[in-house]
């Protein structure tokens, strides 16, 4: 098979085949589950201490990126992340008229999954913020809006003052968060690629890039939070805008968000994948099929 059939035949059984609103249901879903367990086990390790160190929460958010990728995958392809998606658009020949609609669903699953976080957990974060004298929407409440939206430097590994700030400034912060998605999208395209002759069997991708997506956490979260994904930030940080955390929220204590948690993910995505296909043009076409 050709290159260019391989091409027409992805068009025509690809993600951007599937009907359109089962698809945003997928992306919705399989956002809500990421966001669900993901921010759900960052609201349990801030206001309750359950987890003890960043790799157990970045465990938590790999089993929840797998079980996200699982429940979409038939339906729309489990993109379950914007920058993926346009990643998708821009090399994978995902069909341009459905970014948006994409979009549209992640950022909703976030959010749903946001506000069922808050009605389990709004007793222990009220009780959070009164044990830091935290004023909520006031200076220093980042270390409770942590919980849904993202901050630099990290808030619990740093602190929230102007000392703190000098630690990751907004140019680190984007290219922390460029970097860390541009390894994510690498990834996701090695590990689905028909022309990688390694990739894992399709039913083991999803625990893969789980996997994968821990480690980048590791690595980025303590500067940024690691969001990797910009329904993952926007989502919850709208809820939390709603929720009284206002301009602590959106725009955030030192500006900023839309650059590092949305533009970056996004730009990062396209080039990590960009810089995979480049590098399986070289290899010969693959016929494995997925066991």
């Known amino acids: 098979m050709t290159e260019r059939t391989t091409e027409e035949a992805k068009a025509t059984s ?3 085949s599937l009907p359109l609103p089962g698809a945003l249901a997928g992306e919705f879903f399989g956002t809500f589950i990421l966001v669900f367990f993901g921010v759900g086990a960052v609201n349990a390790a801030v206001v309750t201490g359950a987890q003890a160190g960043l790799w157990q929460v970045a465990v938590v958010w790999a089993v929840g990126v797998s079980l996200g990728i699982y429940t979409a995958a038939a339906m729309s392809g489990a993109h379950i992340n914007p920058a993926i998606t346009a990643a998708a658009a821009v090399w994978d020949g995902f069909p341009w008229r459905r970014v948006v609609p994409y979009w549209v669903a992640q950022t909703l699953g976030a959010a749903a999954a946001s506000i069922v976080l808050y009605g389990m957990f709004f007793e222990a974060i009220i009780e959070f913020e009164r044990q830091h004298g935290l004023l909520r929407g006031g200076p220093g409440s980042e270390l409770s809006a942590m919980v ?3 901050y630099f430097p990290n808030p619990a590994v740093f602190g929230t003052d102007e000392q703190a700030w000098r630690v990751v400034g907004p140019v680190s ?7 860390g998605t541009a390894m994510l999208a690498f990834l996701v395209f090695a590990v689905t690629s ?8 399709s039913a083991a991708a999803a625990v893969v890039i789980g996997v994968g997506v821990a480690a980048i956490i590791s690595v980025v979260a303590p500067l940024t939070q690691a969001a990797l994904n910009p329904a993952r930030d926007f989502g919850p940080r709208a809820v939390s805008w709603f929720l009284g955390w206002g301009d602590i929220a959106i725009p955030g204590p ?12 996004i730009a990062g995505a396209i080039i990590g994948a960009g810089v995979y296909k480049a590098l399986s043009s070289m290899l010969p076409a693959n016929s494995k099929s997925d066991d």
Do not use: D, Q, W
Request: hydrophobic fraction near 40%; aromatic fraction near 16%.
């Open 14 to 16: 690809g993600p951007g």
């Open 148 to 150: 849904f939206g993202e």
């Open 254 to 265: 030192r500006g900023g968000f839309f650059t590092v948690y949305i533009l970056a993910p």
């Open 194 to 201: 028909p022309r990688n002759p390694g990739r894992p069997p």
């Open 173 to 179: 912060a984007f290219m922390a968060e460029l970097i």
